[in-house]
């Protein structure tokens, strides 16, 4: 059965203060691993996918990175408007096939 | 380019009610998905539809809950009769069928309330 787990659950960090997010999955037959980013009484925000092990991408702050286990969301000098909840999601090789969440951390920017 | 499109965005009804969905997708998006959020949770797929067809609902509790997708566009998820735990938000979400290019884009969702 795939498996998605992100920690930590929640995290607080002080504005510039950089820090990373973790997922760690367990896949038949990875497709792709995205991110997402969903604030308070809004759907899920598409931030990236990542194909395979060793890929990269970054957008403003945030820079996302990928193994064969677990990916890793990095983000460097955080304001407060990043605060959200992150998700991680994981494909399998069918295309289009529903994704599998984990449960997300929350992060916290305080000024 | 508009993204995908839910009504109603809040839900309050009694238990046992019946209540319903819509959504349309992203203009040109064949892969129409419906999913349910649980407080603190990720979403989890309720059903999946390729054009019309309904390709995976495998997840769906089909004693109350139905859906459709009339000419391959919009698509109307319904719950009847509401229990206490089907509140939660329901969330829409629209992908091309192209590799390479499938990533799901998602609505602001139907928060449910079932009192």
């Known amino acids: 059965e795939d498996q998605v787990t992100q920690s930590p659950e929640a995290l607080r960090l002080q504005e510039g203060e950089s820090s990373s997010l973790n997922c760690s999955y367990t896949v038949s037959g990875l497709r792709g691993l995205f991110w997402y980013r969903q604030d308070p009484g809004k759907g899920p925000e598409f931030l990236f996918t990542l194909y395979s092990a060793g890929e990269e991408k970054e957008k403003e702050r945030l820079k996302a990175t990928l193994t064969k286990k677990e990916s890793f969301l990095h983000i460097t000098a955080p304001k407060p408007e990043d605060s959200a909840t992150y998700l991680c999601?994981?494909?399998?090789?069918?295309?289009?096939?529903?994704?599998?969440f984990g449960k997300g951390t929350r992060l916290s920017v305080i000024a | 380019e508009a993204g995908v499109v839910q009504s109603p965005r809040y839900k309050i009804i009694e238990k046992k009610q019946p209540v319903a969905f819509w959504c349309n997708p992203i203009s040109g998006h064949n892969t129409l998905y419906w999913y349910r959020q649980n407080l603190g949770q990720g979403p989890e797929l309720l059903i999946r539809?390729?054009?019309?067809?309904?390709?995976?609902d495998s997840q769906l509790p089909k004693d109350r809950f139905s859906a459709e997708r009339l000419k391959g566009v919009d698509s109307t998820l319904k719950i009847q009769p509401a229990e206490l735990g089907d509140s939660a938000v329901y969330l829409c979400?629209?992908?091309?069928?192209?590799?390479?290019?499938?990533?799901?884009?998602f609505g602001p969702g139907t928060r449910l309330t079932v009192l």
């Open positions: 999601a994981v494909q399998t090789f069918s295309g289009n096939t529903p994704l599998v």
């Open positions: 539809y390729e054009n019309e067809e309904a390709v995976d």
């Open positions: 979400a629209s992908s091309l069928d192209r590799v390479g290019a499938d990533t799901q884009y």
